[in-house]
């Protein structure tokens, strides 16, 4: 029998970065349906780190609560030499995101969590053993034809209608395929043996790379009492004899007394592999996740960099299909991510083979270069703390630049002459970054997050203003066809009197711990532009407001609503936010 089934967004895969999108679509009021070929979720674990970046975005979907008991926070990765020694120490002490830099996770449970979030939303379903196996679009939208197979074993036909289809379904990509775009990249040949155990017999919190030229290795210690290890396979060595138990157990006497007394997960061999797709979007069908770029596992980057995915494609779908912006805000996702995915590749590829040395004299070259540079503190704390990995700095997109408020770009440094920039701690402009995430006070609540106080969409923040005082009636009136969330931040000591004495509709934030003063206090940009994904969009004068916010608007092709439509996407907005910060944030 053959059903149909209407939604917005199709989804293909429910992997974490299918399950995130939908999550924020669910979040914003979309109808979205998820098709997974398996019967269940994967139980085993696979990706084990997870950053600042992506814990942002389950606060943002209101899942702290759930996904935080299957998390390690601040894990510190040690590379040792094959003497043990110590060469580099990575351990950042930063929270500038509003948690802590690095976690190790149970993927599996935190899969689950993300699972389990889509409860919240009545207009959201996964559906399990629905295989994709045609898709056709048109200029409407994507019909994804899937087989389904039910508990007694009968196939029958399910066609799914949306306005956009998603691929999330890995490496192999069907849709990456069918969109006919490149795969660049390399896969090196390497192969490495994964090995799971529960009850962790070394106990050791934290992640040691061992640059072992003899044989390199991975040990690292996750939630749960579980302990991976990973080791690098020789040519020589078949998949059939390395995860033979009594090869695997001679791999592990160098590790444990007694590798035969160990509870094993899983013995997986597994290649790395380094790709990034040319486009992520043809017409109404993206891909994200793996689909877009396969990350080898020397970052911890696989899994948040298809949350990152997630986190930038969210918001524009939703707007999308809500009526706000016309379909090139779509192609804005390719633009944006790309670039810093392949950054994040080619860094694990980097740091892979500083690692997978094998030659003894090539091996010692290194040591020796470890040993001298960590005479030097400047670099040594480099590493440390992480400033190596390449964050996220958009100059394409939903931006406007801060020099000349040229829409859809952003230059990395603010040009004006103004004395308040060429007096100003900084030049280097906040747009295309990521805001910070202090804690903040408000007339309800003290000591909060900063993006649960403001909500999940776009906002306007002013430091010490009200922005309905310094901003002219026009723009208001855009700002609030947009939907944008109007705040004032100002010194814990003024907060009472700024709530007493500015409009009603503006939320006044009290900057009790002095961060935010700070940040204001470095740069020449007292009014920022906040993105639902929390990048900077624009940060200007409050004079240059009205013109960085229509060069904003021009980036994302928005439309323009009556008023009672964008009163309707305020007030679903309002019942969104409240619905997904329901849980506490610690």
């Known amino acids: ?54 814990f942002r975005t389950i606060q943002t979907v209101g899942l702290v609560d759930t996904v935080r008991p299957h998390t390690s926070p601040q894990h510190i990765m040690r590379l040792v030499n094959g003497a043990g020694k110590v060469m580099l120490v990575n351990n950042p002490q930063t929270e500038e995101f509003g948690w802590e830099r690095k976690h190790s996770f149970i993927q599996p449970e935190v899969d689950r ?22 898709v056709e679009e048109d200029a409407g939208g994507v019909t994804a034809l899937a087989l389904a197979t039910s508990a007694d074993g009968q196939v029958t036909q399910h066609r799914v209608r949306g306005r956009y289809l998603v691929g999330c379904e890995g490496g192999k990509s069907p849709t990456r395929k069918r969109l006919g775009v490149t795969f660049e990249g390399e896969s ?3 192969r490495w043996l994964v090995v799971d155990v529960n009850n962790d017999p070394l106990g050791t919190p934290n992640v040691f790379l061992g640059a072992d030229p003899r ?46 007394g160990l509870e094993f997960i899983r013995r997986r061999v597994f290649t790395h ?33 298809g949350i990152r995915d997630a986190t930038n494609l969210g918001w524009k779908l939703a707007t999308v299909l809500s009526g706000q912006a016309g379909d090139d805000l779509l192609d804005t996702y390719t633009t944006e991510r790309k670039d810093h995915a392949k950054a994040m590749v080619d860094l694990s590829l980097t ?55 040229t829409s859809g770009r952003a230059g990395a ?3 004006s002459r103004l004395i308040p920039v060429r007096t100003a701690n900084t030049t280097v402009s906040p747009v295309g970054v990521q805001f910070p995430q202090p804690r903040v006070t408000t007339g309800d609540a003290s000591g909060i997050l900063l993006d649960d106080a403001i909500g999940n969409w776009w906002s306007v923040i002013v430091w010490g203003n009200s922005p309905k005082d310094v901003l002219p009636l026009d723009a208001l009136r855009k700002l609030d066809a947009l939907g944008a969330r109007l705040v004032a ?39 920022v532009f906040l993105r639902p994904d929390r990048f900077v969009a624009g940060a200007c004068l409050t004079q240059n407001a009205p013109a960085t916010l229509d060069a904003i608007l021009a980036s994302m092709s928005f439309v323009k609503t009556s008023p009672t439509e964008s009163s309707q996407h305020r007030h679903r907005r309002s019942l969104i936010t409240a619905h997904t910060h329901t849980e506490g944030t610690p």
């Open 1 to 54: 029998m053959d059903t149909y089934h209407d939604t917005d967004v199709v989804i293909v895969g429910a992997g974490p970065t299918g399950l995130m999108l939908a999550n924020i679509l669910g979040m914003y009021g979309q109808r979205v349906t998820v098709l997974e070929a398996m019967s269940s979720l994967i139980d085993y674990p696979r990706g084990v780190g997870l950053d600042d970046e992506s």
């Open 113 to 134: 969590a993300l699972y389990d979030g889509l409860a919240r939303f009545d207009h959201v379903q996964v559906l399990f053993d629905h295989r994709v196996e045609y």
């Open 188 to 190: 090196p040949s390497t």
């Open 215 to 260: 044989r390199p290795y991975v040990s690292i210690g996750l939630p749960h009492a579980v302990r991976r290890w990973e080791f690098m396979l020789h040519d020589d060595e078949t998949e059939d004899q390395v995860t033979d138990p009594a090869y695997v157990n001679e791999l592990l006497a160098a590790h444990v007394p007694n590798p035969a």
């Open 273 to 305: 592999h380094g790709r990034v797709a040319s486009n992520f979007r043809r017409g109404r069908q993206l891909v994200a996740g793996d689909a877009a770029h396969l990350m080898p596992v020397w970052m911890g980057q696989g899994w948040n960099s």
């Open 351 to 405: 740091f892979g083979n500083v690692i997978r040395i094998t030659n003894p004299v090539a091996a010692l070259a290194r040591d020796a270069t470890s040993s001298i540079l960590n005479r030097f503190p400047q670099i040594k704390s480099y590493f440390a703390e992480m400033r190596f990995k390449p964050m996220p700095r958009y100059t394409q997109g939903v931006l406007a630049d801060p020099s000349d408020c």
């Open 413 to 415: 440094t603010i040009t």
């Open 489 to 527: 931040v100002v010194p814990e000591t003024q907060r009472e009197w700024a709530h007493q004495h500015m409009d009603p509709d503006v939320l006044v934030l009290g900057d009790h711990s002095g961060r935010l003063k700070k940040w204001f206090d470095d740069r020449p940009t007292p009014l």
